[in-house]
């Protein structure tokens, strides 16, 4: 079946890096997302991977290996905004997207 | 300018009752979806449309009815409300029917069925 594993929840310090990691098995791939998605809030897109390497963009940055249907998403110099679910979500062959259930990011001062 | 509207951002609700909600998108993107996302924050695709046409449909109760009126709209409308209705609905759009994982949300219909 098609699954996306990624922690419930992590905690972090304001001003560190967080690496919020996600793996995936899908039938077929193309391509892996991240979104935020603030407390009663729409989720929004934050990344989208399909070859492997870091993708970097400001201090959000995404990775992803497809050999090891892994892919993470690194935080740097965390603000109190960051706090939100990250939802790593991969595209299958048909080009259907299969969601994870989120990664709640708490951050403390 | 909201780029993906939906109206109502609240409904509550008696069981058995039928009610609709509503979106708008005006990125003049050619598909739209219907997501619920319950209490455990999973979101589940229920409907996606490509003008006007139906293209996917996960096992979603036929209660569900998807109608879109063009390719701007696509409306949600349940019939016989269930407490297991209670959840968030988000629509959402894209550019492409295909190669379409960068989504455009609204801001989400919280229903409770009481």
């Known amino acids: 079946g098609q699954n996306i594993d990624q922690p419930t929840e992590m905690t972090a310090t304001e001003g560190a890096i967080v690496q919020i990691n996600c793996t995936y098995q899908t039938s077929g791939f193309n391509g892996l997302f991240w979104y935020q998605q603030h407390a009663g809030e729409a989720p929004t897109f934050l990344s989208y991977n399909v070859l492997d390497g870091l993708e970097e963009k400001g201090r959000f940055s995404s990775f992803l290996s497809r050999s090891k249907g892994y892919s993470y998403l690194l935080l740097k110099e965390l603000q109190m905004k960051d706090s939100a679910s990250y939802l790593c979500?991969?595209?299958?062959?048909?080009?259907?997207?299969?969601w994870g259930a989120g990664t709640k990011l708490i951050i403390k001062p | 300018d909201t780029a993906v509207s939906q109206t109502p951002k609240y409904l509550v609700t008696q069981m058995g009752n039928d009610k609709s909600i509503k979106c708008e998108q005006n990125l003049g993107h050619d598909t739209m979806y219907w997501y619920k996302q319950d209490s455990k924050k999973f979101l589940k695709i229920m409907f996606s449309y490509n003008n006007k046409e139906l293209i996917i449909n996960e096992t979603v109760p036929n209660r569900f009815s998807p109608k879109s009126p063009d390719k701007a709209h696509l409306n949600l409308h349940i019939n016989s409300l269930e407490l297991g209705d209670s959840a968030v609905y988000f629509c959402?759009?894209?550019?492409?029917?295909?190669?379409?994982?960068?989504?455009?949300f609204g801001e989400g219909s919280r229903l409770t069925v009481l």
């Open positions: 959402a759009s894209s550019p492409l029917d295909r190669e379409a994982g960068e989504l455009f």
């Open positions: 979500a991969a595209m299958d062959s048909n080009y259907q997207l299969i």
